[in-house]
């Protein structure tokens, strides 16, 4: 079904594409439920599809053209898959498969379609999309009233009053020290210098981690959903 779902839907845009209207209309019917449960929602838009005009006009058409499928197989599925084409000489569909579909083939037994939500998907080649998504611009940072943005605020305050309490018993301590040092001496006088001195480099060290981790800040352009 991996396989066939592409080969599907090529098949009927061929038939479109060449005219072959009643065709290719009889052709999607007898098939279409074969893929009902993975892709429902592309058959539906390519069920109107009854002209070559539409496949050009079609914006999903236009991508499955441009595009290729990438299927997941396991090497086992892998190669009976293709021993079954050689062997009945399905040359259209081998044509096909080279020419719409890109296999990422793994180690490993066969899985079902339902286990992995992206065993098929269009792989993007054209040119213009990504042109398209490279012009718009893009916004870095984090978000305005994000949770990083509240963490780090608290962080911040919490440092803060930390600091506070520290400068204010070691003024207290730095106070009964000096008053015990000059009846002592230099040596301690000393010793507080290189207190303050560590104490400095110290602050200096926590700014500039907060400044660095300080990313700009992007509003939001949806409503943040509440914490």
Known sequence: LRVLYPAFIHCFMDLVSEGHTLEARAFFLKFREDHELMHSRDLQKL???LSPLHLEEMDLARSLRENKFRIKLCEYSYELLLQYLQKTQALVMLGIINE???????AGQPSLISDDADVVALVGTSKDLAKQINQKEVHWGLLEDSVEERMEKALSDSDRAE???KDADAEDNNKKKSSEGGKQGGPLNKKLKKDKLVGATGKNTKSE???ISAAPRVKPELTL???
């Open 47 to 49: 069920e109107g599809t």
């Open 100 to 106: 719409r579909i890109i296999f990422e083939v793994s």
């Open 163 to 165: 600091g506070e309490s």
């Open 209 to 211: 981690t907060s400044m």
């Open 225 to 227: 959903p509440a914490t």
